[in-house]
C-alpha cells in the first residue's frame, strides 16, 4: 500500500523538493482510501457541510531512524482561498506513538499522546475541521502528511501558532514524511 500512497501522492506533485521519502515510512488509516472519496464522517459540520466532523483514526508504521517527534497536517490546496486551506495540525507527537485513534482531533476529548499539541486551523481553531469545499466545486484533495523530525518538540509553539510556522519548523527538522491523500466534494 505505501507504494500507491507514494505514486499518488507523486503524480498530485505532493512530495516537496528536500523532502526524504523513507521506504519504510507510511501513513495509513482504516476509514481513508487511499484517492477515494472521504465519508460524511470526517466531512465538517457547518459553513454549509452537515457532516459529523470526526477525524479518522491514523497509523503509521517505518518511522526513519532517530525520529524523535512527529508533526501531522491535513490541507486543501484546492481552496480558492490563494493559500489553501489548513484543516488540521498536531505537532509535538511524541516518537513512540504509531497512530492517532478515531475522533483525536476534537480537542475536548483528550485522545492524543501526552504532550501533542493542536494548533488553530484556517477555520480559526485548534483541533480537526474536515472537508467543505464550495458547492459545485471540483472534488477537492486533502492531503494528509506525516513529518518525522529530529526534534523532541517544536520551539516556540503553542495551540496558538499558525499552520505555516509548524510548516517552516517542520521542514527544518524533517528526516521523511508518509502521505495519504483524500478527495471530497459536493
Not at 105 to 132: F, M, N, V
Not at 136 to 154: C, N, S
Request: aromatic share 10%; glycine share 14%; hydrophobic share 40%.
Amino acid at each position: 500500500m505505501h507504494r500507491l500512497t507514494v505514486a499518488i501522492a507523486a503524480s498530485f506533485g505532493l512530495l516537496g523538493a528536500g523532502v526524504a521519502i523513507a521506504a519504510d515510512f507510511s501513513l495509513t488509516s482504516p476509514d481513508i482510501k487511499p484517492g477515494d472519496k472521504m465519508a460524511n464522517e470526517q466531512v465538517f459540520k457547518g459553513f454549509g457541510c452537515a457532516g459529523d466532523n470526526v477525524s479518522p483514526a491514523l497509523a503509521w508504521t517505518g518511522a526513519p531512524k532517530g525520529t524523535k517527534s512527529f508533526v501531522l497536517t491535513v490541507y486543501d490546496p484546492d481552496a480558492p482561498t490563494g493559500s489553501g486551506w489548513w484543516h488540521w495540525v498536531v505537532f509535538n507527537i511524541s516518537a513512540a506513538a504509531t497512530g492517532l485513534p478515531k475522533g483525536a482531533g476534537d480537542p475536548s476529548k483528550h485522545l492524543l499522546p501526552a504532550g501533542s499539541i493542536q494548533s488553530r486551523t484556517d477555520y480559526g481553531t485548534a483541533g480537526y475541521g474536515g472537508p467543505c469545499p464550495p458547492q459545485g466545486d471540483k472534488p477537492h484533495r486533502y492531503q494528509f502528511t506525516l513529518y518525522a523530525l529530529d526534534v523532541e518538540k517544536i520551539e516556540g509553539a503553542d495551540a496558538t501558532v499558525s499552520p505555516a510556522f509548524i510548516g517552516f519548523n517542520a521542514h527544518a527538522h524533517t528526516l521523511g514524511t508518509a502521505k495519504l491523500l483524500g478527495i471530497y466534494g459536493r
